[in-house]
């Protein structure tokens, strides 16, 4: 019998872990992803097989493209076809500060990473799907995690902010392409949400959240980052395709 089988990139920890823990939950067998093979990756590989699925570790730079295929590869044939690809794995600016002293290091870093192989990471997987005979029982699907940063400014990170909008823009351009295929696609921008790579400036943003830059007036945890990410793949929210779930505590509402 055939599974859902779900790749999540950048899942040893944060996000992209908790994304892992609620769709290994719903019975998906989970490929997860970190640049390197190592104990937190074995953890979170521990942690998702305590509940009854298989899991594949795919130890692999998602920036160095021409791997995307292989690595596919190793996926499908350690645990079936997959049927949900989920872009998580992120990075941030290597130093915050002004845009007028951005240098082409970090830029290429954050376009590399996080829209760049969002592109092709999708490309590929879409070949693959359109290409193939998928089982109609499935649900297919393509969650990109983005940022509010794709559409509300902050200026001290201003080529995360370009990464990210590009990478907005990524999940509307496969919606629109995948639509007819019936592949939903969807980009879900995370507001401020504790995990490891915010660990540093959380404290002044739950200052802020209280302060009312949130509607709820506090910060978000991953855990409901990935109740959001299951609910969009194992589609409870129907007949729907490349839109934007902001998954921010009312951040991001126009208020006068």
């Not at 859902?4 to 490929?31: H, M, N, P, W, Y």
């Not at 795919?58 to 021409?66: C, N, R, W, Y």
């Not at 990473?113 to 490309?123: M, P, S």
Request: glycine share 8%; aromatic share 6%.
């Amino acid at each position: 019998m055939s599974r859902q089988v779900a790749f999540i990139t950048g899942s040893s920890r944060g996000i992209g872990l908790a994304a892992a823990i609620e769709l290994a939950k719903a019975g998906f067998d989970i490929a997860l992803n970190a640049r390197k093979d190592g104990p937190e990756l074995q953890q979170a590989a521990n942690t998702i097989e305590a509940l009854g699925v298989k899991t594949y570790r795919a130890a692999f730079d998602v920036s160095k493209i021409g791997t995307h295929d292989d690595i596919l590869d190793n996926i499908e044939r350690a645990l079936g076809p997959i049927t949900t690809l989920v872009n998580n794995a992120g990075v941030g600016v290597i130093n915050r500060g002004d845009p007028l002293d951005v240098g082409e290091e970090s830029y290429d870093r954050c376009l590399d990473i996080n829209a760049k192989a969002v592109f092709f990471l999708t490309q590929a997987m879409a070949k693959r799907w359109v290409s193939r005979d998928r089982n109609a029982d499935l649900n297919y699907s393509i969650i990109n995690v983005t940022s509010s940063n794709a559409v509300a400014v902050a200026v001290p990170r201003s080529e995360y902010c370009a990464s990210k909008a590009a990478a907005a823009m990524i999940s509307k351009t496969f919606a629109a392409r995948l639509g007819p295929e019936g592949i939903p696609v969807f980009d879900v921008q995370p507001g401020l949400i504790a995990t490891e790579m915010t660990q540093a400036v959380i404290a002044s943003y739950q200052k802020r959240a209280e302060e009312g830059l949130c509607l709820y007036p506090r910060v978000g945890q991953p855990e409901e980052l990935g109740t959001v990410i299951a609910s969009l793949a194992t589609n409870k929210i129907p007949y729907t395709t490349g839109q934007t779930i902001s998954v921010d505590g009312g951040m991001l509402v126009p208020r006068f």
